[in-house]
């Protein structure tokens, strides 16, 4: 069962997650796997920022296995709902 599933969250396209990239007071959310993550509330995704290569309103499905962390720094935030595939 995926950590969404009895929740009530958003359902997301790629175009409306882009919206929500941390700039000019936006929420910071990020996907992974179909699951959006809100990171809005951590000073380490300041201004949708995270270190130089990771950014709010993206799909970090791909990038995560580049990352010094994995799913488990994500799984600290919660969930805002899921990335839908259109």
Do not use: C
Not at 3 to 10: D, P, S
């Amino acid at each position: 069962m995926q950590e969404w599933e009895n929740m009530t969250k958003k359902d997301f396209n790629i175009e409306e997650l882009k919206e929500y990239n941390g700039k000019n007071g936006k929420q910071a959310l990020v996907a992974y796997e179909g699951v959006v993550y809100d990171v809005t509330g951590s000073f380490l995704w300041h201004q949708g920022r995270h270190q130089v290569s990771h950014y709010a309103g993206e799909d970090l499905t791909g990038e995560l296995e580049r990352a010094p962390h994995g799913l488990e720094f994500l799984k600290r935030f919660p969930v805002a709902g899921r990335l839908k595939q259109d």
